[in-house]
């Protein structure tokens, strides 16, 4: 349940800090109960910066009296990682954990559905809007006794529809302890973008603070001063060419991080500054047409049809496939050609081991997918590296891979659906 956030990518050293001075912040933190809103753009850093928050609650929460809730949507996990229905469960079960004299309304609530449908499955089933009340109720409930502080990240992961509903109900929440002197705060992270403005909040704008952090990651993460003669006529050149770089990224955060591993790899390559800069200026700006040019630019073309049916994958799998099934998952398409007389470790492009497959996954994704640890850490798992980069393979990105695939004929494959419920390699 709790993976999204144990993979969100981890703020570098001094990064964040500037919400902490913020006065929309600082007001918000001072009060009671108040509703909160990061916004910002794909790829601003919106979820670092809700796993940053959160985690200094809990810090604080050692010597403070409270408890803190979270919850991280992705779309890109199970159902219950994006859907509302996952979201109100999470935290429910988190604050019954926290604060068991709040059970005893859930109880009754229980032995009502018992008495009305026995102890059947349906008797044990929660809707939804049950659990809607319920959570509301408690947290009113606790929060009339203590601080309750929640984080819920990613609104929009859910879609515009689920997205606009549960800001509205957070809102209501809030209202509601606002007019019960209940000492409950909210803090909600999306983009700007399907959420109504019209639900009051206070607001802070990510795109608009994070230039610092961005300057940081460039220059954290790309130092040719460092390999360069202390007489070297490009030092200046390339320190001219990071600035550009953190000017390009204009707040998200995303673009700097895709694009600065293709700048190294140009200067382990020794190519001029001169020359990295006229390619520069070809990358564009907005982060949808970055990966696009990825597609079109980056990813080797020998290795295109490859990289289609590892796209497809990792787009349209009902769940994350670890490595090992990534592995089978490239090679099944192999067997078609002797159906029932290969098997996927035999057919000659079949990946060895999984150290060369998290290797494999990265060069053929052009940098767009990733490996992480699972949360129970028994296996790894193969994502993109951002869900901007899910939205626009699903969008237009799978599109454009048939397109450019060179006998347009990659389909997913065979019968068996990998990443379906009983089906694991």
């Known amino acids: 349940m709790f993976d999204r956030r144990c993979n969100i990518e981890r703020r570098h050293a001094n990064t964040c800090e500037w ?110 809007r049950e659990l809607e009340q319920l959570l509301q109720d408690a947290i009113i409930a606790s929060a009339k006794r203590q601080q309750v502080t929640i984080f819920v990240d990613a609104l929009d992961e859910t879609g515009q529809k689920f997205a606009s509903e549960l800001a509205k109900y957070f809102h209501k929440v809030n209202y509601r302890a606002a007019q019960e002197d209940a000492a409950a705060k909210i803090c909600i992270s999306c983009r700007h973008y399907p959420i109504p403005t019209s639900v009051p909040g206070i607001e802070v704008w990510v795109e608009n603070h994070n230039s610092d952090d961005i300057a940081t990651f460039v220059h954290h993460n790309f130092h040719p001063e460092n390999l360069l003669a202390g007489d070297s006529p490009d030092r200046e050149a390339w320190q001219d060419l990071k600035e550009d770089l953190i000017q390009r990224a204009n707040g998200v955060f995303q673009w700097a991080h895709v694009v600065v591993p293709l700048v190294e790899q140009k200067f382990a390559r020794s190519e001029s500054p001169e020359d990295v800069r006229r390619w520069l200026q070809q990358v564009p700006d907005e982060i949808g047409s970055v990966y696009q040019y990825i597609l079109e630019n980056v990813i080797e073309q020998e290795g295109l049809s490859r990289s289609f049916l590892l796209f497809q994958w990792v787009c349209l799998a009902e769940r994350p496939l670890s490595v090992t099934e990534m592995r089978h998952a490239l090679a099944a398409k192999d067997t078609l050609a002797a159906p029932y ?53 699903r969008g237009q990105g799978l599109s454009l891979l048939a397109t450019l695939e060179k006998d347009g004929k990659v389909s997913m494959c065979g019968t068996s659906r990998v990443g379906s419920k009983g089906n694991d390699i």
């Open 341 to 393: 007389q290969i098997q996927c470790h035999e057919t000659p492009n079949f990946v060895k081991s999984d150290d060369r497959m998290k290797q494999y996954v990265v060069a053929l994704s052009g940098g767009l997918t990733e490996v992480v640890k699972s949360q129970d850490g028994n296996k790894e798992i193969v994502q993109v590296v951002h869900q901007s980069v899910n939205d626009f393979l």
């Open 19 to 128: 919400i902490l001075g913020l006065d929309e912040y600082k007001n918000w933190r001072s009060q009671s109960r108040g509703l909160l809103w990061i916004k910002g753009k794909p790829g601003a850093g919106k979820s670092t910066l809700m796993a940053f928050l959160y985690d200094r609650l809990k810090e604080q929460h050692c010597t403070e009296r409270g408890i803190g809730l979270e919850f991280f949507f992705t779309a890109r996990g199970t159902e219950m990682q994006r859907t509302p229905l996952g979201m109100f469960r999470a935290l429910l079960n988190q604050l019954l954990r926290k604060d068991p004299a709040v059970c005893s309304n859930v109880r009754e609530v229980y032995k009502e559905k018992c008495s009305a449908f026995g102890h059947s499955e349906r008797s044990r089933e929660w809707q939804q």
